[in-house]
């Protein structure tokens, strides 16, 4: 009997330059579905990192065409594969595989992208996306279950026209966090960790060390992380007057990583939408609390407001909330403890647990 043969369609993968927790995610399924039998291909972009073809951890990758043509090379693998499902990944942008697809489609969305399609596009292309991915994706889809990870996200979706019923979440997982070394720095230090790209709003982050600058003189920001946005957060510290106390570590490795995170007073999240928020989890699995904007999508999950952390509703709120958890020290040692309890509850296997049971439930219909 032959395996069930699964194909992930998807803009990036975690070793291309742009790649961040949303592929780190699907591979995660990916893999865990392969450990399980399944034939599991991802197709994506191509990309310097990386073989146009090759499989890890039983998983088989194939990356061609770029930024848009990745899209048309999809539908070829689509029809070419013949899969028994297809995982349409919807980074804002569908893949339109239920126009040639013979097999069910189940579609996997990290959150909508409303407010980043202006912020990457500006207000013209970016109504276009939104258009795209509000009226005319649900209906496309219409038939198409859904996986998304957080209850945000569902609820967002099933105001898009998407109904709930047809909605699944599955959390993302945690991987363990590695022993550190490090232990926390005598000076308040802020880390921020994500991609670097305009919607992330690195920007805010350096805004707010301008901000508590003179209340906190030895005030550090730490951000890990690469991309394309990198000379213009190098020219906004300067145009703030803290670069010197802003440190851009561009890419680190994981160990390097968890001893920014472990030594850190507070994790920053000022992004304008995530999934969930998987540096919030990982700072949490280290003792450190996050502060994030109350509107961003499933980081108001993964956060629990007062306990791991603190959800601001606005800029100046952010700063006021960080620096509140600057200034309590006692307020910041119980959500360590809070923020480590609740980090332990997520991870991975648990998650393809809950994704291969919705693999099963596609393939019967």
């Given at each position: ?10 803009w ?12 780190r ?14 034939d ?8 310097a ?12 990758f194939?990356r061609r ?18 899969p028994?499902?297809v ?10 595989s ?23 596009l500006?207000?013209v292309?970016g109504?276009?996306?939104w258009?795209?991915e509000?009226?005319?994706?649900p ?5 198409c ?7 945000v ?12 019923a047809?909605?699944t ?8 966090v590695p022993p ?19 919607h ?8 707010v ?14 951000v ?6 990198l000379?213009?957060?190098?020219r906004?510290a ?6 010197d106390?802003?440190t ?14 472990a ?7 000022p ?8 540096a ?11 502060v994030a904007?109350?509107?961003?999508g ?8 007062g ?7 606005d800029f100046?709120?952010l700063?006021?909330k960080?620096?509140?958890?600057l ?8 959500m360590?403890?809070?923020g480590?309890?609740?980090a332990?509850r ?5 998650s393809?647990?809950?994704f ?6 596609s393939?019967?219909?």
């Amino acid at each position: 009997m032959s395996r069930p043969t699964v194909l992930l369609v998807n803009w990036r993968d975690t070793r291309h330059p742009e790649g961040g927790g949303s592929e780190r995610y699907v591979e995660r399924m990916a893999e865990g579905l392969a450990r399980r039998g399944y034939d599991v291909t991802i197709q994506c972009a191509a990309h310097a990192n990386a073989p146009a073809d090759e499989v890890v951890d039983g998983v088989r990758f194939r990356r061609r065409g770029g930024r848009l043509t990745v899209y048309l090379w999809a539908l070829v693998a689509v029809l070419r594969l013949r899969p028994d499902l297809v995982v349409d990944v919807q980074n804002g942008m569908p893949f339109f595989s239920p126009l040639v697809a013979r097999c069910p489609v189940l579609v996997l969305v990290h959150h909508v992208h409303r407010e980043q399609w202006t912020a990457v596009l500006g207000p013209v292309l970016g109504r276009i996306g939104w258009l795209v991915e509000s009226r005319l994706a649900p209906r496309l889809y219409r038939n198409c279950a859904y996986v998304t990870v957080s209850e945000v996200t569902r609820t967002e979706l099933d105001r898009l026209g998407v109904s709930a019923a047809r909605i699944t979440v599955v959390h993302n997982g945690l991987d363990p966090v590695p022993p550190t070394r490090a232990a926390q720095d005598r000076d308040p230090t802020l880390v921020l960790v994500g991609r670097l790209v305009p919607h992330k709003q690195v920007e805010h982050a350096i805004d707010v060390v301008a901000r508590l600058a003179a209340r906190w003189p030895k005030l550090r920001l730490e951000v890990v992380g690469q991309g394309w946005w990198l000379s213009n957060l190098r020219r906004h510290a300067d145009l703030r007057d803290v670069q010197d106390r802003v440190t851009l570590h561009g890419w680190v490795d994981e160990q390097d990583k968890h001893e920014i995170i472990a030594r850190s007073w507070v994790h920053v999240c000022p992004s304008v939408k995530e999934g969930w928020g998987v540096a919030i989890m990982e700072a949490a699995a280290h003792g450190v609390p996050s502060v994030a904007y109350r509107a961003a999508g499933g980081v108001a999950e993964s956060i629990v407001d007062g306990f791991t952390g603190l959800l601001a509703d606005d800029f100046d709120d952010l700063v006021e909330k960080v620096d509140r958890l600057l200034g309590a020290a006692t307020l910041r040692a119980g959500m360590a403890v809070a923020g480590r309890a609740r980090a332990g509850r997520y991870d991975w296997a648990r998650s393809v647990d809950a994704f291969e049971e919705l693999v099963r439930e596609s393939t019967r219909t």
